[in-house]
C-alpha cells in the first residue's frame, strides 16, 4: 500500500475555519455524499483530515484513530443510509468523521468543549448516533440488538458495527459474535485492523490477523488452489467423505478469515480501508449477503498527518498540539502527573520487592506503566482490552505469592466489579488496584468520568480503598499497599499533582488513619484526595470571614477513621465531607452510616460531592466548579450550612 | 460410546455413609490413587458416584456436572500431583469429586449445610482447593495467572483449568485464550463438553464443538489424507508457496480443533471424558507438550444416574430427591415461587404487548422463561454465560421501541455493571431487569448471595429500583416496569412467594411510592421486599410489648418515598429500616442521605440488614435468623433501640 500524504498546512490555515474548501462546505448531512464521484470522494477526505487535525489540535481529543477512518466513514455513508441505516461505534472515539458527515461540520470547532460536541456518539446529540459509546467491545451486541429488533418488527435497514482489533481482544465482543454467528440475522460487522488498540495491539487473535494481512492475495491464491485442485486424480469411494473434506478445508486456505467463518460469519478481506473505490466496492457487494458478514480492513492509525502516523499512541488521545511540529502544549505547572510518579514509584518499589508484578488492560502508557514495563519486562502484562481478565489474572498471581499491582482507570474498573469482589475480596488476596483519572475527568465526558468508584467499592468486604492528598502521598500509599495484605485500591485524579516536594523514603501509613492538616473549632472539613487542596483553601477563605475549620486529609474511604471521625464530631458538632464521587453511597454516605452506627445524632453532616445524575464533559476545574467543589464553593456551602445551623452543639 | 450404567440402590443403601464400600473408604487424598489399578479407578468411580447421588439426595447440589466428572476428576489425580499441581475448577460446581478425593470423603455428608463442606472450590476450605469460583467463566484466567507467578519465581507443577462448554460462552474465558495463546506458557485447559451449560448450550461455538463432535475419528482421516496427499504430483515452483498452504491448510482438517490451534492452543480430542485409560494416557501425553494446551473432553451430563441422564437440566442443581424415582421433595408450602410467578407474568403481559422481548444468560428455567420461550419463540433469547452482552443486546433493542426484560440473578448482574450504567442508564433506555435469588439465597454461600444489588445499583443515576412485598406484587411491579420510560430493576428472593391470592388485573403502581400495612404510633418499620414479611410479625410481637410500630412497604429503593419517610418521621421520631442486603450503601444508606439531605437530625434511625463481610452458606431461614432478620430478630433489634433511646423526640 502507498499513501498520498496531504500536504502539511500553511500557518495561515491554522485558524478555526479558515481552511474548510468548498466541497466540504456542501456536506450537511449524508444525503450531500451520494452525487459525489470517488474522485471528489478522496478530495474530501483530504479536506476532512484538515478540519480533524485542525480541530483537534485546538482542543485536544482523539486523533489518529480519527484519521484512520476517513475513507471508511465516507464509504459507509456514501452506501448506506443513515439513520434508517444504523452504524455502531465501537468505543466511539473514532466517530467525528461521521459527526462532520451528519450534520456537525459547522459545530465541530466545539468539539469536547462545554455544551459543544461531544467527543464520543450521543443519541441525545443526532438522530445518526444510534447507540453511545465510550467503553470497548459494546458494538456488536448493541449492532445485534437492533438488528433483532429491526427483524421482530419487520422494518428494513442495515446495521453496521465498526470494532478495531483493540476492542476485539474484549469478551463481550466475542460473547456477540458467538451469538450473532449462531442467529445467521443480518448484520455488517467491520473490523477496523490497524494493529493497534491504544498502544500495540496483544493477545493470539492480535497474531492471528497479521498472519493474514500477511497472506498472498486472495486471487492469487485462489488460482494456484485450483490449479492443484486439477491436479488431483480422481478418487475410489472409500476416500470420497475425506476427499470432501479436503476440499472443505481448503476453504480455509481460500478464506483467510476461518476463525470468524467458523463462527458464523462470511469473511471479506483483508482489505485497504484506504481505497474508497474498493470499500464502496465491498460494502456493495455484502448488502446482498444473507447472515452476518466480517469486513476486514486494514487501516492506518493517524493516516494522513505525518506526526501521528509515525507515533500513532503520543495522537490516539491528545491535548492540544502545535500543527507544523506535532509538539504537544505543555502545561503550565511543572508538576508531575499522578500517573509518572506511580510509574516512576512501582518501578522503584519493584527494584526492592520482587514480588511486585504490573498488569494493564492495552494501556501501558496511559497508566504509567511504560517505564516498568522497559525495566521489568519479565514482570510486566499487558493483556489487550480486558479488564475482567486482568483481575482473574491478578488474583491468581496472588494466590501464589505476587504482589500484582493492576493500573487501570477508574471508570475502566466498572468492568470488572465481579472480578474485584469474588476473585480478588472473597479470597482477601493482596491485589492492588491503580485507579488513575478518578473523578472529573473533563473534555471525554459522561463515559469516561470516575466518579463511581467510591460507590461501587466501599460496599465489599475486605477492600482498603485509598486516596492521596497528593502525589507524594500516591508514592507512601503505594508503597503501604504493598506491606498489606489484602486488596487495595489507590484513587487519584488525572492530571498534575499539586507539586509538593517527592520524598526520598517511603512511609507505611497507619491503615484506616487520616491525617490533620488543619486546625480549627467550628467545623471539620473532611476531605478525600484532589478535595483536600480546594478544601484547605477554603479553610482560608472561611477564616476571612470568622469561620475556624479544621481540614482532615481522609487518606481512607475505607475503613474509616472512626476514632478521628468521632473525637473531632464531639470538638466541633459539625463535619463536613467533601468527595469528587456521587453522593450516593459515597464517602459521605459511608461517615453517615458510622455515625448512625454510634447514634451520634446530635453531630450535623454536610455531604459536598456530585449529583445523582451522569455529569456531561467540559473542562475539568469548570466542571468541578460548576458542581461547588472548588475552594470558593466549597467555602460558600460550609458557611451557609454553619449560619444555617450554627456552630458547635 | 456406551455407558454401562451403575446399577440403581437399594433402599437400604439410602442412609448416609452405608453406602460406602472398601475402595472408597481408603482414599484419604490424592497419594491414595496412586497405587491403584485402572481396574479400580472404574470400581472407584461407581463408588464415588453412589456417594455423590445419596448426598446430593440428601443435602440437594449440583448432582449432573459432578456426575459428568467423575472419571475425569480420577484421572486427573493419579496423573498429577495436587496441590503442587494445581486444577482450577471453572465455576466449581462440579468440584464434588475433587472434594471427595483430597481429604473430605467424611465430611462430604455435611455438603451445603451449615459449618460443612461448601458447595464450591474454596481457599479456606482446602489447600488442593488452587483457586475459589462461583460464577462462570474465569479459570483461564486464574490458571494463566497462577502458571505466571510459578514461572516468574522459577517454581514447578501443572496449572490445569477444567472449564465446561457453557462456560466458554462467557467473554472472559476468551479474554483469557487470547492472552494465554499469545504467551506460549505450559498451562493446560480441559474443556469438559457436554453440549450443555446449565440448559442446551447455544452459540456458534457451540455449533462448532458439535461439528467436531460428529467429524471422523482422527485416525481414519489421517490415513486417507496422506493417501491423498500421495496422488498430488509434484509441482512446479510457481504454485510451491501454495503448496505449502494446502499443506498447511490440511493441518485444519488433522486438527479439528483449528480454532484453538489459530488462538495458539496445541488442541486433541475430541476424546471420551469417560474412558479412563484414555484420559490417563492423553494427560499423560500432553504432560511434555510445550505451550498451552487444550484437551476437549466429550462427557455426559448426570452420568451413570438414569434421572439425571434423562434430564441433566433438572439435575443442574437440585433440591433433596428420592433416589429411586428421581422426584424432587416437594416444599410443604403450596405458595408459587416467585420464579414461576415471573414467568406466568411476563407471558401474560407480552400477550397484551408486542413490544416485549425476553433475555436470558442461559438459565431459561431458572429464571422462569421456559414458558415464554415456548409461547414466544422469536421474541425470547438465550445468549448463553454472557451477561455483559445480554445487557447490551436489550439496550440496543431498546433503542428500536422494545421492552426488553432481561432475567438474571441477583448476584450475576455483578457481571456487568458497566453495560448496566452506560448502555442503559446513561441512555436512560426502558431495559427492565428482573433480580432474582436476591438477598440470602442459602446454601449456595458466598459467590451467589444476592446481597449486594441495593448498594450497586442505587448510586447509577436514572435506575428505577422497586422489590415486591409479595409474589402478587411482583406482578404489578413488572407491569409497571413495562409502563415506565426508564430503566427499571426488580428484586426478589429466591423461593416461595407467601402465599397470597394473584390478582387477575395489573395495577400501575405509582413511581416511588412506599405502602404503609400497619400503622403505628411509637416506630417505623420501614422494610424491603422479603423483609415485609418478617416486619409485620415482628410489629405484632412488639405490640405484645405495648410498642406500636408502623409497618411501610418500600416498594421502592430508588426513587424513596420521600414525603412518606418525612410525615412518618414527624410521627414517630424513629425509623428502623430493614433490608437482606448489605448495610454499606444500601436501603438504609439511602434513607440516611436523605435525612441528611433534608436536615432531620431529630430522627432516629436503626439500620437492620447484613454486615461488612462475606456470609457463608447455610440453610437460608437459618442465615436471616443468625444476622436478626427475621421477625424476633427485628423485634428484639427494635424493642433494645428504642428502650434506649425513648419513643418520640
Ligand atoms: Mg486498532
Ligand atoms: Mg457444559
Known sequence: MSFDKIDLFDASKGKRGTSLSKLLNGINGPQDLKHLSVLQLEKLAGEIRELLIHTVANNGGHLAPNLGVVELTLALHKMFDSPRDKFIWDVGHQAYVHKILTGRRETFSTLRTSGGICGFPKRSESQHDAFGSGHSSTSISAALGIALARDMSGAKGNVVAIIGDGSLTGGQAYEALNHAGHLAINLTVILNDNEMSIAKNVGAMSEYLAKMRTAPTY???????????????????????????????????????????????????????????????????????????????????????????????????????????????????????????????????????????????????????????????????????????????????????????????????????????????????????????????????????????????????????????????????????????????????????????????????????????????????????????PCKSAAAILAGKEISASVINARYIKPLDEQTIRQLARDTGIIVTVEDNVLAGGFGSAVLEYINSQNLNWVKVLRLGLPDKFIEHGQRGQLLTQHGLDDQGIATSVETFIRQFGARK
Do not use: W
Open 219 to 533: 486471487s492469487k491464491v485462489k488460482h494456484d488452489i485450483e490449479y492443484l485442485l486439477r491436479r488431483i486424480p480422481a478418487i475410489g469411494d472409500s476416500v470420497a467423505n475425506t476427499a470432501e473434506r479436503v476440499k472443505d478445508s481448503l476453504k480455509y486456505l481460500l478464506v483467510p478469515g476461518m476463525l470468524f467463518e467458523e463462527l458464523g460469519f462470511t469473511y471479506f478481506g483483508p482489505i485497504d480501508g484506504h481505497n474508497i473505490p474498493l470499500l464502496l466496492d465491498v460494502l456493495d457487494k455484502t448488502k446482498s449477503v444473507k447472515g452476518p458478514v466480517l469486513i476486514h480492513l486494514l487501516t492506518q492509525k493517524g493516516k494522513g498527518y505525518a506526526p501521528a502516523e509515525r507515533n500513532a499512541d503520543k495522537f490516539h488521545g491528545v491535548g492540544p498540539f502545535c500543527i507544523e511540529t506535532g509538539e504537544i502544549q505543555k502545561n503550565a505547572t511543572s508538576a508531575p502527573s499522578y500517573t509518572q510518579v506511580f510509574g516512576d514509584t512501582i518501578v522503584k518499589l519493584a527494584e526492592q520487592n520482587p514480588d511486585i508484578v504490573a498488569i494493564t488492560a492495552a494501556m501501558p502508557d496511559g497508566t504509567g506503566l511504560k517505564k516498568f514495563a522497559a525495566t521489568f519486562p519479565k514482570r510486566f502484562f499487558d493483556v489487550g482490552i480486558a479488564e475482567q481478565h486482568a483481575i482473574t489474572l491478578a488474583a491468581g498471581m496472588a494466590t501464589q505469592g505476587k504482589r500484582p499491582v493492576v493500573a487501570i482507570y477508574s471508570t475502566f474498573i466498572q468492568r470488572a466489579y465481579d472480578q474485584i469482589l469474588h476473585d480478588v475480596c472473597l479470597q482477601n488476596l493482596p491485589v492492588i488496584f491503580m485507579l488513575d483519572r478518578a473523578g472529573i475527568v473533563g473534555e471525554d465526558g459522561p463515559t469516561h468520568h470516575g466518579v463511581f468508584d467510591y460507590s461501587l467499592l466501599r460496599h465489599i468486604p475486605n477492600m482498603v480503598i485509598m486516596t492521596p492528598k497528593d502525589e507524594d502521598e500516591l508514592r507512601h500509599m503505594l508503597y503501604t499497599a504493598t506491606e498489606l495484605n489484602a486488596p487495595v485500591a489507590i484513587r487519584y485524579p488525572r492530571g498534575n499533582g499539586v507539586g509538593v516536594k517527592l520524598q526520598d523514603c517511603f512511609t507505611k501509613l497507619e491503615t484506616g488513619k487520616a491525617e490533620q492538616l488543619i486546625s480549627g473549632k467550628d467545623v471539620v472539613l473532611l476531605a478525600t484526595g484532589a478535595m483536600v487542596e
